[in-house]
């Protein structure tokens, strides 16, 4: 009779410890967060390298997610790649109403997403200087770099640098699409 109680009582404690303890606005969270990747993986060919966020006192604030492209892009591919990822990840966020009474803003916007592209040559290789490495949309801001390795160094060096607003991003790609 103990050994049956102690066969039972084994399975019972060991899944017990693995209920999920999060609470609601993390589920909802965790769930808009893989739709959005998993669809701009398909989408764009990416790869995500990175995610994280912030849900202080319940409300989600922020999304962050880094993505590994595969492929040398020009200042004007990343401008579109970067908008176009924020445009489809916004459109998941804000189309999904379970998670809307979690947002600390709705409509969501570029305000709360920190979205990072690193970019990589065909085989998976950092890009160096005059290469475009990396595009960071932070803070309604977007930023595209050059580095360059450094053997005195674990950590590149920037060489290049260049910033516009999310607003200036926009009207820049649109003007080069009415141009098409």
Same mark, same amino acid.
Request: include cysteine; hydrophobic fraction near 35%.
């Given at each position: ?37 998993? &669809?701009?993986? =398909? ?43 924020? =445009? ?16 600390? =803003? &709705? ?17 998976? &290789? ?17 930023? &595209? ?16 640098? =260049? ?18």
């Amino acid at each position: 009779m103990i050994s049956i109680l102690k066969i039972l009582l084994i399975p019972i404690c060991f899944f017990g410890w693995f209920k999920d303890s999060r609470s609601i606005e993390e589920k909802n969270f965790d769930r808009v967060m893989k739709e959005g990747i998993s &669809y701009i993986e =398909k989408k764009y060919k990416l790869e995500t390298m990175g995610i994280g966020g912030g849900i202080p006192k319940g409300l989600v604030e922020n999304f962050n997610i880094s993505f590994q492209h595969k492929g040398i892009l020009d200042i004007d591919e990343l401008r579109a790649l970067i908008l176009n990822i924020a =445009k489809d990840f916004l459109a998941i966020v804000n189309s999904d109403e379970k998670i809307r009474p979690f947002l600390a =803003k &709705y409509p969501f916007t570029d305000e709360g997403l920190s979205l990072r592209i690193f970019v990589h040559d065909k085989n998976g &290789y950092e890009l160096e200087h005059p290469f475009f490495s990396i595009s960071c949309l932070c803070g309604s801001e977007i930023r &595209y770099e050059t580095l360059k390795k450094l053997s005195s160094s674990p950590y590149p060096k920037t060489i290049t640098r =260049k910033t516009e607003s999310y607003n200036e991003a926009v009207k820049i790609l649109q003007e080069q699409q009415n141009l098409n």
